[in-house]
């Protein structure tokens, strides 16, 4: 049998279209507005208002500020900038290596506080710690800041440069990835940005999640309006139900599909949806319509890990397992079986 778990009949829940959307809306030809709304969201992250923070903190006079304004910080490094956050390596006396985040003041700040929110109340290893919290007066504003624990390392993305994990690295990705998610779970918080930006991979071969900043918490009202036509996500990792903004049914199995197609990815070497996809709409199509083929993996535990996939991957969230925790329960089935 594919499923090892309870399955619950939610017909025409998960995959409902909310509200008056028909089920082809989504699709350029027929709502050209919408799907340029959607194009701009997912180029930009904000629409079409704002400008960027390096704009308007030129690049040659970024380090002279972020040394004046953080003197506790040495050896301080760029990187990476955009429209909603500089980050920065430096060194802390009594912290060793940290990251600095300078967070644009056009971001939300209830959003920023949920994104610091969700990284302190999960308890886990494999999610870098936030070490202190404040605001700084900068040429744009007051914006908050964020210090945080440094992994030295390549993002999962960097990696999947070089080729597809070898069996070993994928069930050590696979363990650890699997762990975060479960705590996050028992916190009632759903990452819902699963994919290889956000996992880095530490010098010596371990995993860890990152940016929590669209994470949902269940114990709160949602930020997005639900009459969203489209909630926060990225094409080819997000489930139907959260890029369809359907928020009554949003949970930890969001994170499965993610993980599952990441997991996809790493084994195969290229992201099943994205693949040759004409543009994100029909990413989207093909998450909502297509089930990916069935791996093939050159180990023992390829049938079985084969199955996990396909269960993790089920368009339908009634057809994936019930909680992170099954799926990790299973994958450690595996694994001890190997």
Known sequence: MLRRFQKRDLSGLAFGVPRSVSSHSIYPQAHPGLYLTLLGYLMTGRGNSGQTLSHHMPNQNTFTWITSSFPELSNIQTLGQGGQKLVFSGQHASEGNVVLKIIHPSQDPEGVRREILAVQQIATIRVPRILAVGRVDTPIGSCI???????????????????????????????????????????????????????????????????????????????????????????????????????????????????????????????????GAANPLEVLRRVENDALPRLSLPCAASGSLSDLISALTQRRRDHRPLTVVDAQSWFQDIVNAK
Request: charged share 20%.
């Open 145 to 275: 800041w964020i210090r945080e624990q440094r992994i030295v390392g390549q993002t999962l993305r960097e990696r999947l440069q070089a080729g597809p994990l070898s069996i070993d690295e994928l069930f050590t990705f696979g363990t650890q990835v699997l762990e975060a998610l479960a705590d996050a779970e028992k916190a009632n918080i759903v990452h819902r940005d699963v994919k290889p930006e956000n996992i880095m991979m530490d010098t010596n071969g371990n995993y860890w999640l990152l940016d929590f900043g669209i994470s949902r918490h269940l114990t709160m009202t949602p930020i997005t309006p639900a009459a969203h036509a489209f909630g926060k996500f990225t094409p080819g990792y997000a489930p139907p139900e959260q890029f369809r903004n359907i928020q009554n049914v949003i949970d930890s199995r969001a994170d499965l599909l993610a993980y599952g197609v990441t997991f996809y990815e790493c084994a195969i070497g290229r992201q099943p949806f994205q693949y």
